[in-house]
């Protein structure tokens, strides 16, 4: 079964606990992206990937970090959480950028 | 400064009463334009992808069309199920970045 698989679903950590939130999809697909979602502000793409070792900033990317050491995964790294970055958290990936698979999402809270 | 803005925020229709959902878009080349749909607590679910002004594609009761500035999402004689956040994205030709809207939550009471 094609999937996104995003871990973990639910996380509470305090400011400044570094966190990797990781995704990993089974389509053999190169590009790859991680967008937050807040009410009233839709989603918002962090970073994205259109392949291995190759990533870029999407709108929001302070605080975040990503890497692609493989194709199939792409996590993403909180060095320092802070409150603000409190939210929903979608990974993606697709074919050259079409229309994208997402996982089911994390919901992260920082204390 | 590439956006996308849809409307209305939200939506509620009678089973059967059809309607149109919204997205207004600037964007510096468009590559593509993506309708997806969210059920609470679930990642969106992709819908449509429409490439270049005057295309359309239809799916059950959605129809998706778009001009140069804007996309429509017609929803014929929907049904309860049919209930979810419809989001609009649009890819950016130059630099592969997407951009959502803040999409529209639709409730359709039977």
């Known amino acids: 079964e094609a999937q996104v698989t995003q871990n973990p679903r639910y996380l509470i950590t305090v400011t400044g606990k570094k966190l990797t939130v990781t995704c990993s999809q089974n389509m053999n697909h190169e590009y790859m992206s991680w967008y937050r979602q807040d009410p009233g502000l839709g989603l918002r793409q962090i970073y994205y990937?259109?392949?291995?070792?190759?990533?870029d900033k999407g709108d929001v990317p302070e605080g975040y970090k990503v890497s692609r050491k493989e194709k199939r995964n792409f996590p993403l790294i909180l060095e320092s959480p802070s409150p603000n970055q409190t939210s929903l958290y979608f990974c993606a990936s697709s074919f050259r950028g079409a229309e994208a698979f997402f996982g089911q999402g994390t919901r992260l809270t920082v204390v | 400064e590439d956006q996308v803005t849809q409307s209305p925020e939200a939506l509620r229709l009678q089973e059967g009463e059809s309607s149109s959902l919204n997205c207004s878009y600037t964007?510096?080349?468009?590559?593509?334009l993506f309708w997806y749909r969210q059920d609470p607590g679930k990642g969106p679910e992709f819908l449509f992808t429409?490439?270049?002004a005057g295309e359309e594609k239809e799916k059950e009761r959605l129809k998706a069309t778009l001009t140069k500035k804007e996309s429509f999402l017609h929803i014929t004689a929907p049904k309860p199920e049919d209930s979810a956040t419809y989001l609009c994205?649009?890819?950016?030709?130059?630099?592969?970045?997407?951009?959502f809207g803040s999409g529209t939550k639709l409730n359709v009471k039977p």
């Open positions: 429409l490439y270049s």
């Open positions: 990937s259109m392949n291995v070792e190759v990533t």
């Open positions: 964007v510096s080349g468009l590559r593509g």
């Open positions: 994205a649009v890819q950016s030709h130059n630099f592969n970045k997407f951009y």
